[in-house]
DNA sequence: TTTATTTACGCAATCGTTCCCGGCAACGAT
DNA sequence: ATCGTTGCCGGGAACGATTGCGTAAATAAA
């Protein structure tokens, strides 16, 4: 069974005209008469004509169309910034394909090679927890495909990038742990790799040192999956609690990561915050109604997307390459409620 | 900036080939010899060809991409069920393009429009719980679109549909409560023009029926945007605590019902369960981690996804047209926790 | 009246691919 | 030597739309 469209030709048909003359008549060409573009137009209404975007994208040579590679939707961060990515491109007509790399950078490379093939104009990136060979991307990139980073960036390919002020946001966090009387803090994390790891344990590794505190390499622990396998959340609290120095304080760099570390919590009893403290990057709309509500660090998801966005189809539209690359930094937000502190109070958020 | 890719003409310039001897090398024809194919194989192995997926399109009428629209993919049953989709579709070389009604019948048109004008081969759709006009679905459908329809489904066209047993779901919940103690049992569901509203409550109103409480239709709230505006939810819960003879429990027929609801009666400081108890469908995967850890009606949202895709396929891919259609109905599961009973225990889930 | 200009349209190429059709060798059979 | 057969390959139309160019008729200018 398909689908069949009314074409230009058969309008010419039906209105013994040339495919070129219904062509102009609906650009609203000046060549046209006014009673000839009228009975096109009219012709055109009634049967319900559209325009085949695919033979028009064959004959452009771009398919309207931009490919986001985000390693899982059901993640309120990426959903939030999907949403963000959508508002800008369909306002400008283009049309959003949406793959998951579910962290795996098999997948990822998969969905890659799919979308390019799909002929995408433009591609929105954040890639994958295991994702440390960038030579296809690089190679992409190489190639004229007009790419933009946000929040798992890659540095070494030039280009447009959107990220949070993760070592900032990491430090607020921290600091805030340090000044409720926590000690030890133990962080968890993802790949090593990953670019908002590196920022964020650096925020933490600073705040630690400002407070005159050295960092114990012991209390930090790295989630090559990014908290997609539960066990390996689960793991690392293990080890953790195992150690002879028990933490009194998580710090948990992602979305996963911290639902994850509050499960792995809940399952052995533990009380947060009375016997462990919790605080986490999250963009989950239930952390408040969690037992008991999470403090967390909120990224501006929604605007990351719209930016990411409008960045993107500049460089898709610019006609001359382009050459001057930004990166932008937004900040985050400390929200702070019931898993960092007994009794929550107003915290500066500067 | 654009991409240029390479092309079965610039093989056959390359070669010294014409582009159908490329074509058919490519292809693997029997009419063409060994030598040839090898060379022409070689040639666009070395240079990295892909056949170009819009020309494909255009010449075979079909754009092998399947569009999906449901209210929100930050919603875990729909991004679980996008998930079941993806998997199937890429496993038949199908791109799936999503689009977000966020339960407004003019963004549903508009992205109803969108998608057929970028020539999808079919549609699984859930509709917004604002659409009471299937009209341009009706049209659609008429003039040949497969379609296939999931957890919102039209009753009057006749197409694959693939649901729940939201009577016996809803039954369920219901008896549970009932079952507790709880006889003034309130439901805050979407809009009633929705078919799971009228079978959610269908059930709800049975489960009280079978055990000789009379419906009272006071405890029936709708909310019109499903939850998607939260002043709606908190109306709703106002009025229902606001009655002459409060209710003693609440019954959502939704994710988004469900969660906004906790989150109304915290914010009064009323106690779940003690005071309130609170059952309702939900997917999210941290509805353990709430507080009260809630007792949810689960639907099988990733199996419900690769259903829908399966029948859909076979639309698409069926020569003749298809009359005999089927509905697909799965079993939910009630998993009791906290915000129902006091004190949780095994629950016969038959 | 002749020439130049404008108006209004059609022809055909193009985008990348497939596929029907036709043709040219080489071969074996007559 | 001639005729079919087979193997191998190229020409060209088609998918739906745009667009440069050509051109007929109508009008204006000389």
Do not use: W
């Not at 169309?65 to 059901?74: L, P, Q």
């Amino acid at each position: 069974m398909k689908f069949e469209a009314l074409t230009i030709k058969d309008i010419a048909k039906a209105l013994g005209l040339s495919t070129s003359t219904v062509s102009r008549a609906l650009r609203d060409s000046y060549e046209i008469s006014p009673e000839t573009k009228k009975l096109v137009l009219e012709y055109a209404e009634k049967n319900n004509y559209h325009p085949n975007p695919i033979a028009l994208s064959l004959k452009e040579r771009r398919s309207r169309s931009i490919g986001v590679i985000v390693c899982e939707i059901a993640n309120s961060f990426f959903s939030q910034t999907i949403n963000g990515i959508e508002s800008i491109a369909y306002n400008n007509g283009y049309n959003v394909i949406i793959a998951q790399s579910r962290e795996s950078f098999d997948r990822e490379m998969i969905n890659l090679q799919y979308l390019t093939s799909r002929s995408i104009d433009g591609l929105i990136i954040s890639v994958s927890t295991e994702t440390k060979d960038f030579s296809y991307l690089k190679e992409l990139h190489g190639k004229g495909m007009p790419i933009v980073f946000f929040d798992r960036i890659v540095d070494e390919i030039e280009t447009h990038k959107v990220i949070v002020d993760s070592y900032k946001g990491a430090y607020d966090a921290t600091r805030h742990l340090l000044e409720n009387g926590h000690r030890r803090i133990a962080a968890i994390s993802n790949s090593p790799f990953l670019s908002i790891t590196k920022e964020r344990l650096g925020g933490y590794r600073a705040a630690l040192a400002d407070h005159g505190i050295s960092v114990d390499e012991d209390l930090v622990r790295y989630c090559q999956h990014g908290g997609m396998i539960p066990a390996e959340v689960e793991e690392a609290v293990t080890e953790l609690l195992a150690l002879p120095q028990k933490p009194d304080a998580f710090f948990t760099t992602s979305d996963k990561l911290t639902t994850g570390c509050l499960r792995s919590l809940k399952t052995r009893k533990i009380k947060v915050p009375q016997e462990m403290a919790l605080v986490g990057f999250s963009n989950t709309d239930l952390t408040e109604l969690l037992d008991p509500p999470l403090t967390i660090i909120k990224q501006p998801a929604f605007e990351m997307g719209e930016i990411a966005t409008t960045l993107l189809l500049q460089l898709i539209e610019s006609k001359r390459p382009v050459i001057d690359f930004e990166t932008r930094r937004l900040a985050t937000e400390l929200i702070v409620r019931g898993s960092s502190i007994g009794n929550p109070v107003l915290q500066d958020n500067s």
